[in-house]
């Protein structure tokens, strides 16, 4: 007499997709119940670390360095933080400029043929930096 086996394979990949699913769940919040400073601020605190790797401010800058790529990314977080300025309060806004300025600097020492004053990444938006 063979007793039947039962497959349970299926049963058991559907249970970790179960689990995986509500992890997920529980990790994500609705991006309805996410604050506008913070989206902007997130935001911000993205373009300024990928314009710190591109301007060579982390680990390998000499194969990270990428001036034409930093002169964008160093523009669009000016932008950002000009026009968010008023909506995300004082208190945000200067640390971000702060953070802004450091890059626009460091991007001005890594170049090897400067901007005129004034024409630098972002300085359309923040005005010069020197």
């Known amino acids: 007499m063979t007793i039947p086996v039962q497959d349970d394979s299926n049963d058991e990949r559907h249970e970790r997709w ?5 992890a997920a769940s529980a990790a994500t919040r609705d991006i309805a119940d ?7 601020t ?21 194969s990270e360095l990428d001036l034409d ?11 950002l933080i000009t026009a968010g300025a008023p909506e995300i309060s004082d208190m945000h806004a200067r640390s971000l400029r702060d953070g802004l300025r450091s890059l626009q600097l ?4 890594a170049s090897v043929i400067p901007d ?4 630098g990444p972002g300085e359309k938006w923040t005005g010069p930096v020197n």
């Open 34 to 40: 996410v604050p506008s400073v913070e989206v902007i």
């Open 69 to 79: 790529e930093a002169r964008k990314l160093i523009n669009a977080l000016a932008g």
């Open 106 to 109: 460091a991007f001005r020492e």
């Open 116 to 119: 005129p004053i004034g024409k």
């Open 18 to 22: 179960q689990q995986q699913e509500a």
């Open 42 to 62: 997130t935001a911000a605190v993205h373009l300024m670390s990928a314009a710190a790797v591109k301007v060579g401010l982390a680990d390998n800058p000499d």
